[in-house]
């Protein structure tokens, strides 16, 4: 069977690849940031939304 055939017309995977470490990275940083930041830091809030926004961008990555 060709490889090309296990292919999905329009699934770059190298890119969903990359794409998938930047989100895992960027995850584990606002993780970190969200640890190590004041509870009251004017800032906390917007760091739990792009953790949202990564997660939910990460499970576009895999459907």
Same mark, same amino acid.
């Given at each position: 069977?060709?490889?090309?055939?296990?292919?999905?017309?329009?699934?770059?995977?190298?890119?969903?690849?990359?794409? *998938?470490?930047?989100? =895992?990275?960027? +995850?584990?940083?606002?993780?970190?940031? $969200?640890?190590?930041?004041?509870?009251?830091?004017?800032? *906390?809030?917007?760091? =739990?939304?792009? +953790?949202?926004?990564?997660?939910?961008? $990460?499970?576009?990555?895999?459907?």
């Amino acid at each position: 069977m060709p490889t090309g055939c296990l292919r999905r017309p329009g699934v770059n995977t190298p890119m969903k690849i990359l794409n *998938l470490i930047h989100v =895992m990275v960027a +995850q584990a940083f606002y993780n970190w940031a $969200a640890r190590e930041i004041n509870p009251l830091h004017p800032d *906390l809030p917007r760091i =739990m939304t792009r +953790q949202m926004e990564l997660s939910d961008k $990460a499970h576009r990555v895999f459907s």
